[in-house]
């Protein structure tokens, strides 16, 4: 890959099309389906090969949610946009009763207090 991305989206159920837009604005845009950091290294060319990215310490699954001014390498910084796959509300599209962790407390019996 020729062109330095430095901004960049993990491809998931929950990616919205107006991510990249409200994230990044006009700037370009790179999306991956990587889900390791050694990996999208390679990818984005910073480093020639994942044992190479390793080695500089660029390893670990990518963090969900917004990674701000990661450093890729000695002279470039990437930010890096990877929604959580657990957000209920992205993958049925409705929104999320606020009150539903309170209705859970309400099943459960009461604890017993000591005297």
Do not use: Y
């Given at each position: ?9 993990v491809?998931?159920p ?18 991956t ?83």
């Amino acid at each position: 890959m020729n062109e330095i991305f430095q901004n960049i989206i993990v491809r998931g159920p929950n990616v919205r099309d107006g991510d990249a837009k409200m994230l990044f604005g006009d700037e370009p845009v790179h999306f991956t389906d990587c889900k390791t950091m050694e990996h999208l290294m390679k990818e984005l060319g910073f480093f020639p090969s994942v044992s190479e990215a390793k080695r500089a310490g660029r390893e670990g699954p990518i963090p969900f949610g917004f990674t701000d001014d990661f450093k890729a390498s000695k002279k470039r910084r990437i930010w890096i946009w990877n929604p959580s796959p657990f957000d209920v509300q992205a993958f049925n599209k409705e929104p999320r009763e606020p009150a539903s962790f309170f209705k859970l407390h309400e099943r459960l019996p009461p604890l017993d207090t000591p005297s």
